[in-house]
């Protein structure tokens, strides 16, 4: 009987482990081409997820943020009734982070407006000059009644987010801006002020701001007798206290002081940023046991802390001062206070207002639940606004403070006379 072995029945042993690795390789080459293009896939679907899922809390539950400096750019450019806000103004201005296109894109519910004048200002125009920057929000908010609607309560939030217009409120950026008047203070209440930062990067003649700790140039230990008074009247009149750009100390006492909860409009981490200008764990569980709220702000020399300050941060070192203030003190301590048109250097990711849904995608894919990132987006601070009303009508029945600051007291007493 003839053999039916032919030539490939004499394979060697060798020749047949090559043939079954090349076997192998082809396979494998085979499914590397289709795995990759899967798993890139796979991951743009959770992306894409993630940003829907940020966009679904953000369309229920107001974004507010707690600081936007778009009024001082009004002042220094062109004017609110020269400027078309529904327009770019990114290729009209120098420098641009906020109009009404990428308000609505980063789907802005409520948003904080800054009343600031610089501290070159104190004992001299900074009251006149300030009220001149809340003429500037409120001629803003009047101009485009369909998209912003000015309010001044925690209730008036909700109302506005469910007209779907962008509620809109002042606070005003520093407390040289009241002339160490309580007077002064209580008119800028009645033009609808409602948080007051009470220092900017100057001290007050009543409390010290963050520059004393890196000068270790103690002025006032924190805050005077009537710096006292000040927080003491901010919480008669339901104005939240902001200890953004306040020292340590100043912080620490204005925290013991207020009967309310605090904020901190735009402020980030110092233990994953060692800028005094960031709040210190220590501060962050003060601040829980106060019920306040640190809104992170987005400056790049605040989140990434790099020697030369040029570099930009990244949306996710963002991500990681929320989740270290989270982790700290809380979820119920976190918020959003993003800095928008006062910084210059924004990290990637985050380089205007329209980018927040990416933010809160982030979150998403870190594990954050639907009801922290509801607290994240305006909740807390919304706690905190509701607190202080509260305290507010507890104190109704107290009389408007008459105290004055010494003349003895004032930085620059010669600009006064007696009265």
Known sequence: MASSCGPLSRLTKKQTMIAAGLALLLLLVICISIGVPLAAASKSSRSADSLETAKVILKTHALIDGHNDLPYRIRIYTGVNKTDFNSSLDKVWEVSQTDIPRLKEGMVGAQFWAAYVPCDTQFKDAVTKSLEQVDIIRNLVAKYPEIFEFVTTSQGIRDAFKAKKIASLIGLEGGHSIDSSLGTLRMFYELGVRYMTVTHSCNTPWADNWLVDVNKTNEHDGLTDFGK??????????????????????????????????????????????????????????????????????????????????TNATLSQVADHIDHIKNVAGVETVGIGGDYDGVERLPIGLEDVSKYPDLFAELVKRGWSNDDLAKLAGENLLRVFKAAEEVRDNMKDEAPSEARIPDSERGNSSCYKKF
């Open 229 to 310: 008074k000040v927080i003491h009247e901010m919480n008669r009149l339901g104005m939240l206290v902001d200890l953004s750009h306040v020292a340590v100390r100043t912080m620490e006492d204005a925290l013991d002081e207020s009967k309310a909860p605090v904020i901190f409009s735009h402020t980030s981490a110092y233990a994953l940023c060692n800028h005094y200008r960031n709040a210190p764990d220590a501060i962050l569980k003060k601040t829980k046991q106060n019920r306040g709220v640190v809104m992170v702000n987005f400056y790049s020399d605040y989140i990434n802390c790099y020697p030369s300050n040029q």
